[in-house]
C-alpha cells in the first residue's frame, strides 16, 4: 500500500481535486482519489463534462478488487466502466450530460484513485455515402423504394419482428448477413465482425439506416457489437481504434445478448448463430457448475508476484480415478464469466465425453503483467511448474503425471500453453491453444524464424507433448498484422512434421469467447479421448 499511498499523495499536491475528491473536471482532465476503502464499501464523485465529448482515462490500484460505474446525475446506472481491477485499468465513454457521476465499489479492502485525460472534442462530419453495390437484395430493394420517395418506415418494422443482423440465403449454400445501426449522426463501426477490423457501416443514402453486409458459411457463430458516433480526431492510430470502445454496445436491434447478466448494453455482446453452427458440446446457457470451488494464493518467485488462483473440483472428481486429469486454464476470470467453464466440464464429464479433471483458473494480475507473461516467457512456464504445480497437487492430494495434465488458453494464453509446455514437458504433456498469437516472436528475431513458435518446434528434439490448436477463419492478416489462422496452419504443420501429436480445428468465427467455449470443450476431447486411439 506504501506506493499507493505515495502516488496519491503526489495526486494531493499535484490537483487539489485529488484532496477533496468531489469533482472531476471531464474537460480539462484531472485526478481524484476515492481514498482507501473496506470491502463492500461504495463511494461517489461528480463529474464536470461537455455532451459528446470523447473522455478517457485511467485507474490506479490497490488490493480491491474494484469496479467503476458511470452514472447520470440523478445516480441511474449507465454504464460500467471496469471491474476487478486490482492494479490498474483503462476505460472510454462519451459524455452524454454535463453532469455525471462516478461510483466505485470494492469488493476486498484498498485504495483506488482515477486519472482523467484531458477531453477529446469529437464533431468529425458526417461521411458522404459512395454509390453502393448492395450484396443484400433486400438494401437492393429498400435503396430503389427510397429513391422513388418511400421512407424506411415498413424496412425497421420487418426488422423490429425478425430482429437484427438480417439473414438472408447465397447462392452458394452460404447466407448474406446485413449488420445494421438506425439514426447515427457521423458514422458506425462494428466491433467483432467477420474481417476482425472495425467496419466501417455505410450510410444509405440519406436515410437513416446504417449497413454493412458480409457473405458468410452457413456455420458461422460470432459475438459483436455496434458502435454509433465513434469519436473521430487527431492522434495515432492506435488512440483512433481503441476509441470503438467508448461506444460499442450490444445491437439494440438484437434480441439475443451475451452475457445476459451484464449490468448494461456497453458490457454485453450481440450473438450471431447461422443454421449450421457446430454444436459446443457441454455449453448450456445459464447452467450452474456443480463443484466446489476454492481459492489459494500463488505467489512465485520466478515473477515476483502474487496472485489467487480459483481451484475448481467438479462434482464426484477422485484423484485416485486412473483417467483423472488436472486443466490449467489461463485468462481464469473471463473462464469462469464469459466461458462458464466450470459448468462446461461438469456437463462433459458427467456425459462421459472427457475425462474427470480439476481445473485451475490463472488469472492474470493486470493487463500489463498479461502481456510481459503469457508471450514466450520462460520464467513464466518456470512459475507453472515449480511453484503452480507443487501448490495444486499438494491442495488436491493429487500426484498428476504430465501425460494427463493440460495447459490450456487463448489469444496470448494459446500462445503460453504451447510455450510453457515446450519449455516443461516433464510437467505438461498436452497443450490446448485456441486462437494462439503465433503471430508474435521475441523483440530481434530474423525474418526467417519469424513465425517463433513454429522454428522452436523445429529446431529442438521432439517432446512427450500432444497438442490441439484451432483457429477461426475470419482471423486472417491485416497489412502489416501477420493472421492468427495462416500461423497456427503452419505451426500446426510444422509440429506433425516434427512428429508431435496434433489435432487442429478451424471455426467459421473470429477472435471470440462466444467460439472459444465451444472449440474449449473440443479440444479436451480431441486430447482426453481421441477417436480411434486409447484415452489418456
Not at 223 to 249: H, K, M, N, S, W
Not at 414 to 437: D, K, M, R, Y
Not at 510 to 521: F, Q
Amino acid at each position: 500500500m506504501r506506493l499507493l499511498a505515495a502516488f496519491l499523495a503526489f495526486l494531493a499536491v499535484a490537483d487539489p481535486l485529488a484532496a477533496s475528491a468531489q469533482t472531476l473536471d471531464g474537460i480539462g482532465g484531472g485526478s481524484a482519489s476515492f481514498g482507501a476503502m473496506a470491502e463492500g464499501q461504495t463511494r461517489r464523485l461528480t463529474l464536470a463534462a461537455r455532451p459528446g465529448d470523447y473522455l478517457r482515462g485511467r485507474i490506479v490500484a490497490e488490493g480491491g478488487p474494484f469496479a467503476l460505474d458511470l452514472l447520470d446525475a440523478q445516480g441511474r446506472h449507465l454504464r460500467r466502466l471496469a471491474a476487478g481491477v486490482s492494479v490498474s485499468g483503462a476505460f472510454h465513454f462519451v459524455a452524454q450530460a454535463e453532469s455525471l457521476t462516478l461510483e466505485t465499489t470494492a469488493s476486498g479492502e484498498g485504495e483506488m484513485s482515477i486519472v482523467l485525460d484531458p477531453a477529446i472534442v469529437a464533431d468529425g462530419e458526417p461521411r458522404d455515402a459512395d454509390e453502393p453495390a448492395f450484396l443484400s437484395p433486400t438494401l437492393a430493394a429498400l435503396s430503389d423504394a427510397i429513391a422513388a420517395g418511400e421512407g424506411t418506415g415498413a424496412f425497421w418494422q420487418r426488422i423490429g419482428r425478425e430482429g437484427a443482423p438480417l439473414i438472408e440465403r447465397g447462392s452458394q449454400g452460404d447466407a448474406i448477413v446485413t449488420f445494421l445501426a438506425r439514426g447515427a449522426e457521423r458514422n458506425v463501426r462494428l466491433f467483432g465482425g467477420p474481417d476482425g477490423n472495425h467496419t466501417e457501416l455505410k450510410r444509405l443514402g440519406a436515410s437513416d439506416v446504417w449497413y454493412a453486409s458480409f457473405s458468410l458459411p452457413a456455420t458461422t457463430r460470432l459475438a459483436y457489437r455496434i458502435a454509433p458516433d465513434v469519436p473521430t480526431f487527431e492522434g495515432t492510430a492506435r488512440e483512433r481504434r481503441v476509441a470503438i470502445l467508448a461506444t460499442a454496445q450490444a445491437d439494440p436491434l438484437n434480441p439475443r445478448r451475451w452475457p445476459a447478466e451484464a449490468p448494461d448494453a456497453f458490457n454485453q455482446h450481440s450473438m450471431l448463430e447461422l443454421p449450421d453452427a457446430p454444436e459446443q458440446p457441454g455449453f448450456q446457457e445459464g447452467a450452474q457448475p456443480q463443484g466446489r470451488s476454492t481459492r489459494l494464493a500463488a505467489p512465485s518467485a520466478h515473477l515476483g508476484n502474487e496472485r489467487e488462483i480459483t481451484l475448481y473440483r467438479p462434482a464426484g472428481f477422485d484423484p485416485a480415478h486412473p483417467r483423472a486429469g488436472l486443466l490449467i486454464l489461463f485468462d481464469g476470470l473471463e473462464y469462469q464469466t464469459r466461458v462458464p467453464a466450470p459448468a462446461i466440464l461438469d456437463a462433459l464429464i458427467a456425459e462421459k465425453r472427457i475425462a474427470p479433471m480439476a481445473v485451475v483458473f490463472v488469472p492474470s494480475v493486470s493487463p500489463q503483467w498479461r502481456a510481459r507473461e503469457l508471450p514466450g516467457n520462460p520464467d513464466f512456464a518456470s512459475f507453472l511448474a515449480d511453484e503452480l504445480l507443487p501448490l495444486v497437487k499438494a491442495e488436491l492430494e493429487f500426484d498428476v503425471p504430465a501425460a494427463r495434465t493440460i495447459l490450456a488458453g487463448s489469444s496470448y494464453g494459446g500462445l503460453a500453453a504451447v510455450t510453457a509446455a515446450l519449455a516443461e514437458p516433464q510437467a505438461f504433456g498436452n497443450a490446448l491453444s485456441l486462437s494462439g498469437s503465433f503471430w508474435w516472436h521475441p523483440e530481434g528475431t530474423p525474418a526467417e524464424e519469424a513465425v517463433y513458435v513454429a522454428s522452436r518446434i523445429a529446431g529442438a528434439p521432439r517432446a512427450d507433448i500432444r497438442f490441439h490448436l484451432s483457429a477461426g477463419l475470419f482471423e486472417t492478416g491485416r497489412p502489416g498484422v501477420t493472421g492468427i489462422l495462416e500461423t497456427s496452419r503452419h505451426v500446426r504443420d510444422v509440429a506433425a512434421a516434427k512428429g508431435y501429436r496434433v489435432t487442429y480445428r478451424e471455426y467459421a468465427g473470429g477472435h471470440d469467447y462466444a467460439v472459444w467455449r465451444g472449440a474449449l470443450a473440443d479440444g479436451l476431447i480431441a486430447l482426453t479421448a481421441p477417436e480411434g486411439a486409447d484415452p489418456w
